[in-house]
C-alpha cells in the first residue's frame, strides 16, 4: 500500500512538473520564434501548477518520514538492530 502511494504520488509529481517546463518552453518558442501557440497557461495556471507539484512533493516526503520512523519504532520495541 505504502509503496504504491508513493510512486502514484511521485509520477503525478513528474508529470505536473513536465507540464509546467513544456509550458515555459512553449512560452519561450513563441517569443523566440513567433510562433502562435493559443494553448499556454497563464501566470495564474502556472503558478498553481507549481506549487501542486511542491505540495504533492512534500506529502510524498512526509508520508515516507512517518512510515521510517514507524519501522524504526518497531524495530526498536522487538530488538532488531539493522
Known sequence: MRLGFERLC???VLGVLVVFVLNIMLGKAKI???LNIPFLL???AEFLTL???CAVFTLV???RERHARRRDAHSNETGNQD
Open 51 to 53: 506549487l501542486g507539484a
Open 42 to 44: 497563464g501566470d495564474l
Open 32 to 34: 523566440e520564434f513567433g
Open 61 to 63: 516526503a512526509l508520508h
Open 10 to 12: 511521485i509520477v503525478v
